[in-house]
C-alpha cells in the first residue's frame, strides 16, 4: 500500500521551453506556505548542450556549468531549499507579499546570445523542457478556501496516516502468524 509521507497540492504549472514566453503563476495568499520545483531539462540540438533550471552539459556531458538563464520574479521571492542534480529537481522557497504573482521564464535572448544563434535555429533545434511547479505546502490551508479546506485538508492528511498504520499492522500480523 502507498501511503503519503505529506499533504501538498498542486495550484500552478508552467511550461519552459527554448520557444519563449513567459507565465505568471496564480497570485499568492496570506498564511499559506508555497514552494517552486523547477523539473525536468531541454536540448539545443545545433549544439548538442542540455540544460536543466541551473545547470547546463560540459564537455564531459554532465551537468556541471551553472547558467543563470531561467528567471524568478519578483526577485528575492525563491530561496533554494533542495537541489538534486542528478535528477534535475531543484525546490524552492517562496517568500512573497499575498496578492503577488510568481512569473517564471527562460531567458531565450541571453540563451540566443550565450549560443550565438539566431532565433529560428534555436527553436528549429531544441527538445524538451523545464517545468516550473507552484505548490502548497502541508499543514497550510489551501488558497481561497479558508480555515474550512484547511481543516479538511488536515483531516484528510491525519485519515491517510491512520490508514498506513492500519495496514502496516495487518500486514505485519499477517506475516508473523505465516
Not at 544563434?117 to 505546502?137: H, I, N, Y
Amino acid at each position: 500500500m502507498l501511503c503519503a509521507a505529506s499533504l501538498a497540492i498542486l495550484v500552478g504549472s508552467v511550461e519552459l521551453r527554448p520557444a519563449g514566453g513567459d507565465d505568471a503563476l496564480p497570485p499568492l495568499e496570506a498564511d499559506v506556505r508555497y514552494r517552486l520545483v523547477l523539473q525536468g531539462t531541454f536540448e539545443v540540438e545545433a549544439t548538442g548542450r542540455r540544460y536543466d533550471a541551473r545547470y547546463s552539459t560540459g564537455k564531459d556531458g554532465r551537468f556541471t556549468e551553472r547558467h543563470g538563464l531561467l528567471r524568478v520574479e519578483p526577485a528575492g521571492a525563491a530561496r533554494l531549499a533542495h537541489e538534486d542534480v542528478l535528477a534535475h529537481r531543484y525546490e524552492y522557497e517562496i517568500r512573497a507579499e499575498p496578492g503577488t504573482r510568481l512569473r517564471v521564464w527562460l531567458d531565450v535572448a541571453r540563451l540566443q546570445e550565450d549560443l550565438l544563434l539566431a532565433r529560428p535555429e534555436l527553436l528549429a533545434g531544441s527538445t524538451g523542457a523545464v517545468w516550473a511547479d507552484l505548490w502548497v505546502d502541508e499543514g497550510w490551508s489551501l488558497p481561497g478556501a479558508g480555515a474550512t479546506a484547511g481543516a479538511a485538508a488536515v483531516l484528510l492528511g491525519l485519515g491517510i496516516a491512520v490508514a498506513c498504520i492500519r495496514a502496516r499492522r495487518r500486514s505485519g500480523l499477517a506475516t508473523s502468524g505465516g
